[in-house]
Nanobody
């Protein structure tokens, strides 16, 4: 069983920044592929970013809509994955979810590939 707890959401003006954190339980965190997804009201959940690590290399994947603005990173010593969000836009408003895929491999974009999910944290970007 893996527990994921997100934090760092909030209200920010367009153009601003936020950093989301996701703390994970589990002794083999470094092997997990970690992903961020989001769901806006009335819309389907969508992929945002993912990161996997297969020592010594780290692999990344980003949605086109956030590429160049968002950065995913991880600190394996702290069992934590981060999503740094810069140049935020009103269309980034959503509940952001952290997810863990326990299989070693390339970062995946499909939500059904992930085994565990956090409870979500709200991000609201005002215009």
């Amino acid at each position: 069983q893996v527990q994921l707890v997100e934090s760092g959401g909030g209200l920010v003006q367009a153009g601003g920044s936020l950093r989301l954190s996701c703390a994970a339980s589990g002794r083999t965190f470094s092997r997990y592929t970690m992903g961020w997804f989001r769901q806006a009201p009335g819309k389907e959940r969508e992929f945002v970013a993912a990161i996997s690590w297969s020592g010594p290399s780290t692999y990344y994947a980003y949605a086109d809509s956030v590429k160049g603005r968002f950065t995913i990173s991880r600190d394996n010593a702290k069992n934590t994955v981060y999503l740094q969000m810069n140049s935020l836009k009103p269309e980034d408003t959503a509940v952001y979810y952290c997810a863990a895929d326990l299989r070693v491999g390339a970062p995946k974009r499909a939500g059904h590939e992930y085994d565990y999910w956090g409870q979500g944290t709200q991000v609201t970007v005002s215009s």
